[in-house]
């Protein structure tokens, strides 16, 4: 919305802006009717009780319960109300439909690095198409970021070491701003870049167009060889190292006797810290990679795997904006006795 | 100020105590102040440790093996030994209080004494723990190094471990496996990193507590003090038994995390 | 009239002159005085800062200062303003001044902690200031790691040992309130006879105590990481930099509530005494201060939606922040309520107090959209979270302040200052306050991050209407100054209660003796009864 | 005016009590009771402080106000660490803890 050329509301982009727009606008009218019914008041009686001669004083009105407990109450209904839309909307936010389309996204001092799993690779720019839901995985290399797209009306950070996520359904085509909304350091104004939403078959034409490495997962599958993966991992199960074939999504026992599921979180681990938890019937043999793969490179690795499990679904992740994984000693721990 | 003595003075008793300050009306008055402002500070002490506590809580939750095992090498003996010193200093310094209000000048000076060597003998046993920290490199920094299965400094755990590890793991009895040590290097220094943050601030307190004590016992060896008036001498003394509290859960939180195993 | 009032022979101003007898005082009135120097220091300094700010915010292209310098002055500009302007200004100043002698008492309980407490502001003052200068700290007055333990170069220890150490200093002042409040009031003086800024200072002085040791540990925690090497937050270390975030705002939270709290209480005296009527509901207005100030102990994850807190602990914290919004929303009635059937007249104290209840209302009713959970996901870190908290803590809290020295002043110096210029003053800085965070709420709906040295060009017209407004918000701020200084030497003498005002701190001379009473009061009726005041001057003619 | 004065038969009482004490919660570290090892040992430690605040401290000879002081000083604390628990508590449960690098 423009006025006199100048925007002074964010365009609608995502399905979730009509529901946070909407959400704003209840908010923003019962607010607005409180200020206006104060400010009427106070300025009405500020003129009709003006004082008038020296020594007049105010008559004498303690108080009323009644009136103390109707404008305690109400208010208080009115906060219900509100915490309850929000936090539905809130909640449709950290959900991510299973069918979502992945990217992943890596924030940098002062960058967004961006990968689709057909292998485009972007800086600063983000190319989607409209009306699919799109599940961004976020993570850092340095230090605190956060991914916003006020188009959407979303953002999550990232954070070192984690994994977050955020999803969205783009409807309206055009280019929108991405911003990076936690403040990082020198230059985080210019973390900035452009989301261009594209209608289904122009992004198939734009992906067309990119993709020289091959996909994420083939991209990976090369990591794979070159890193020697593939020299353990071997899919009959009679290598040094388990087979990796359909394990996405499946529960796995380890030699601890506790058990975890497989999805992004625990592959991540698995490959930066390999000891962590290791398979029942299996060697402590692998090296750990942590410092020789990078955040982009990981999440090819993570996408080689998981294309090797076509049954499974990819969204194992629980949506609480994180990564699931269970490296969780006490719980584990406590299992064992 | 002499306006205001002289208002104090008629309507209160005649004389009045030398150490009643002038915007209190009596000496009762100006003790429960002293005593409600002390026991606010230590509110604030509560807290302080508070933050410490919900740190510690956090990563006690997520890597408690690394926390078990390195609370394994710190020392029983040592630890044992500080804590009944503190509970010693303790009684000592309720000692000291107790002769104060019973106006014995000499009891109450010795008690502090003795109060101050236990606070010194348990920062002796402290300066011997670091320095054993710092030999084995469990200081946290560039040159913390945790090698996993160091034995712990005292054999007494060993056989306790082993009738553990006998019952408790069916699977492979290592114990340490759900850790590896790359993991154990990263997280037991964090584990380091809160126990010296922990009984550093303590060790500290203690020493601003000998501090406060050494003016306190001059104050009292001058004999500053009598029964109507022993304000500082229990204020030392609410703050001494404080820095104990502080410990009594230092203790099992850092020491005995898991030492059945 | 009495047209022949004269300032008093004696008064703590002339018990003893030099600097020795004020740099060793142990009285309130002088302490309070060398907090209000101090403060007023520290807020054109911090101003200063906010000048270059919006100087380069003035064209989209960061093209004034350096990026480098640009979040410099934004660090400077939040650390100063927040932990060595806003946080003392009221209590330090007005509260250690008027909560003896509003209570009846010589002095506050421990006068020697009060100096203390002083010099401990002083030292971390200059700690602050001088790593501010030499070189600066680029992380937010927010410290957040892992930027502030690993990744900034600047003097990021130096600025938080500085507000570790100020920390203190107003631990000790909420600590001398708190056994002051309780152990000092003049026979007579009931809980429920105080008047309401001692109410509302007996609750900062809790958040106070109970919140910033809190800080004073992260610092230390903080410190020890980028110090010693040791390992805590940095998630390089298995550390999480989220905990940070939950010890920071366990405090920093809690801390705005040591800043609006003191202001409710000069709101509700403003209020009263110009309408000449009792407060509206005495008890609930006094509860709903200390309820902000537990309450606000249990919300401070709505900092952190987004920052990778569970969905469960959000729908929580969410849920317990709409519980301030309840004692907030009753006090605001409850003023309303208290100016019907008043005689109200608008006298420099009371036009600030006007445009207190504007601001602070859309300081509060915005604060509703941001602890909605779905809301601040999209609002989290933009500018319309900069505009909210500057309605709170500049449109809440200095409005207070400014009523509140507008209101005292004749009380703290025994003259009047120019009605006129004040009023022209007071209007400026509701205009120019409006003018400059009312389209920061747009631009931050608009999604402008917070913190941006340079933004997209179509956000423009927004950012020079504010930094239009800035001007016209300084020039309200700098006019006290020279009227305020003005009347020292040559303002009316004021008596001891120009204003009519109830409080036990008006029946004592203006300024007032260094033992605040020449016979220490009893109290005989409850507070705000302004037939009393009535007789009293009646009988005086 | 001198405040109350407690035997020292009580003191020495309580010093053995702690004493006591300190040697169940070593004695207890080393027994296998699970998760309760934890909780076993934090009662202890409560109670040997409730010990130290009540006789040590004399709290039980104050004023109501110095007991509702020591409590509001607790109360906060069990604030602060369970709502710190509201979320890492329930990242557990779901499953969100850190990945070590």
Redesign the interface.
Known sequence: MKIFGIPVFPEQASTFAKDVDALYFFIFATSAFFAVVVAIAVIYFGIRYHKTHDGEIGARIEGSLPLELLWSVIPTIIAMVMFGWGATVFYHLRRPPAEAMHVYAVGKQWMWKFQHLEGQREINELHIPAGRPIKITISSEDVLHSLYFPAFRTKMDAIPGRYTELWFEAQTPGEYHIFCAEYCGTNHAGMIGTVTVLEPAQYQAWLQGGGLEGTLAERGAKLFNDLACSTCHLDTGQGRGPSLKDIVGKTVDLQDGSSVMVDEAYLRESILNSQAKIVKGFQPLMPTFQGLVSEENLVALIEHVKSMSPNATTATVPATGAAAATPNPAAAAAEKK | MSNAVAHADEHAHAAHHPALQHHFDTMAQQKEAAVVGMWVFLLTEILFFGGLFAAYMVYRIWYFDAFAEASRSLSLFWGGLNTAVLIGSSLTMAMAVRCAQTNKRTATVNWLVLTMVLGTVFLGVKVIEYADKFEHHHVPGYNFQWAAHEAPAAGEHAPAALAASEGAAAAEGHRELSLNADQLQLTTQIYFSLYFTMTGLHALHMIIGIGIMLVITWMAYKGRFDEEYYTPVEMAGLYWHFVDIVWIFLFPLLYLVERHV | MLDKLKIPERHYLNNGHGLASWLLTKDHKRIAIMYLISISVMFFLGGLFAVGIRLELATPAGDFVSADAYNKFFTAHGVIMVFFFLIPSIPAVLGNFLIPPMIGAKDLAFPRINLLSLYIYWIGGIFTLYAMLSGGVDTGWTFYTPYSATGSNSNVVPVALGVFIAGFSSILTGLNFIVTIHRMRAPGMTWFRLPLFVWAHYATSLVQVLGTPVIAITIVMLGVERGLGFGIFDPARGGDPVLFQHLFWFYSHPAVYIMILPALGVQSELISTFSRKTIFGYSFVAFSSLAIAVFGFIVWAHHMFVAGISTYAAMVFSFLSFSVAIPSAVKVFNWTATLYKGAISFETPMLYAYGFMGLFAIGGLTGLFLATLGMDIHLHDTYFVVAHFHYIMVGGAIMGYMGGLHFWWPKITGRMYSEFFSRIAAILVFVGFNLTFLPQFVVGYLGMPRRYHSYPDEMQVLNVMSSAGASVLGLGYFLPVLYLLWSLKNGEVAGANPWGASGLEWQTQSPPLTENFIEAPVVDHEPYEYEHVVAKEKHLV | ???H??P?SL??T??MA??VL?GV??FA????L??F?FLV??I??GF??SL??W????VKY??K??KL??A???F??V???G???????????????????
């Open positions: 005016m001198s405040g004065v407690s020292i003191y020495l309580i010093f702690l004493m300190t919660t070593v570290a080393f027994v296998d699970g998760q090892n040992a934090m202890i430690a040997k402080a130290v605040i006789y040590f401290m004399h104050q004023s106000l110095t002081t020591v509001t000083g607790l906060f604390l604030i602060l660490l709502l710190f628990l509201v979320d890492y508590g329930s990242k557990a449960l779901t499953g969100m803890p850190p990945l070590l690098n």
